[in-house]
């Protein structure tokens, strides 16, 4: 059956290039991706299917489905938004283009096949700090859904390792402006509050568990020296792979503002800047087949050494219900590192495509299983649950 899903994706090879190179040469940041949802609408109509858009109140989001109410329903999901000044520097063209690839190919089996059930194309806009999957669960699109997968281009082909929680915050602090030499003892030093915040988070590092991390930057940390800052703004990023954790590394920061605030007599806002991440659970059933399909196909898997220290709004679907989101490599040749211009030109050559139809059929052959097989499905269940 792989053989022949690997097969009807071949079939669409040049259809499917046609779409992804064109996706790379039109990006377009988080919520902005109506080219690509055009794109995508004129792509499906052309197969015979009709995409809904907008989709849970997002204009550049979709949904697509195939199939009947009397049965399992598996879903796969298709990211397309691009970074800023890079490009597609994260692959996104090809996850759109395998996620589509691999509908198609599951669609057709329940069409021939007269498989009960239903298969589910989604189109997740803005996962690069937008949030569009936490805005699409908020909105109800995994009701009905059984498992949803997904799959990234990365250095090298891989299981789901799973991902960070990642909270971002922005801190505002609030001072009181002099002349930095003429009057200092009339200011209250903004910018000291925002140092001593960054230093305190240094030290707080050497005590974090290896699942965890904080960064961040200035925004805005005075505007001419002779000028005691009244205003600094700053960004971190929480992130951890236990999702207890999540809770402990806030409230630390939090403390750790409020230290600076007390240091220097300023006052601090803190707000989310973006949705919250989750961490990202992986199904361990899903991710054995993952394995099982893309070996038959002949392609190398490299086991992860530890869990994702990156963060995917996919966390937010995969902590809901089953899910799996691994990669395969966008080069044969190199190991380009993610968000990098070298990682944006590989994402628009023929390895990354190639391999990128590969997990395609990967994934399309574990819908296939889910909606075929009841043991296989109770499994993916129970170790959803278990886990």
Known sequence: MLKEIRSFIESKKSELRSLSDDIWNHPEVAYTEKYAVARVRDFMKSQGYEITAPYCGIETAFRCEYGSDDGPVFAFAAEYDALPEIGHGCGHNLICMAGIAAFLAAAELL????????????????????GGKVKMVEAGCLKGIDAVVMTHPSAKNSPDPGSTANLGLEIIFHGKAAHAAGAPEKAINALDAVQLL?????????????????????????????????????????????????QVLEKRFRDMVRGAELMTGCTADIKPFRPPYRSRKPNAVLNEEFIRSMKELGMKITMPEHQGRGSSDFGNFSQLIPGIHPYFAVSNTMEPPGHSVDFCTCAGQDAGFENGLNSAASLAHIGYRFLTEPDFRAAVKEDFENN
């Open 111 to 130: 069409k021939t096949k007269k498989i009960p059930g239903k298969v589910v194309l989604f189109g997740t806009p803005a996962e690069e700090g937008g």
């Open 198 to 246: 960054f230093t305190a988070v240094s030290y707080f590092r050497q005590q974090l568990p290896e699942h965890a991390r904080i960064h961040g930057v200035i925004l805005d940390g005075g505007i001419v020296p002779n000028v005691i800052p009244d205003l600094t703004r700053c960004r971190f990023y929480l992130r951890s792979g236990i999702e207890s954790w999540s």
